[in-house]
């Protein structure tokens, strides 16, 4: 997921997006951690994208708060 799609998105769908994939990481560990995984790389791609999500709302504090 790109920086301009998250923007476009509401605080409430970046944090439920975000909860959605912090689950997908989990369940992907507990997988991975029993048989091999069909695409290992997923779960560092889901990491990043948190990462981004988490930024953008971070800034958007920062912006409400300049603005103060």
């Known amino acids: ?6 923007r ?3 605080d409430a769908d970046v944090r439920a ?3 959605e ?6 369940r992907l560990g507990f997988r991975g951690a ?3 995984l069909e695409d290992p790389l997923r779960r560092r791609a ?3 994208d948190i990462a981004r999500m988490q930024t953008v709302l971070r800034e958007r504090q920062l912006a409400t ?4």
């Open 1 to 6: 997921m790109r920086a301009e799609e998250i």
């Open 8 to 10: 476009e998105m509401s």
């Open 17 to 19: 997006r975000i909860a």
């Open 21 to 26: 994939l912090e689950e997908e990481s989990f």
């Open 34 to 36: 029993t048989e091999p």
């Open 46 to 48: 889901i990491r990043r």
């Open 65 to 68: 708060a300049a603005k103060r």
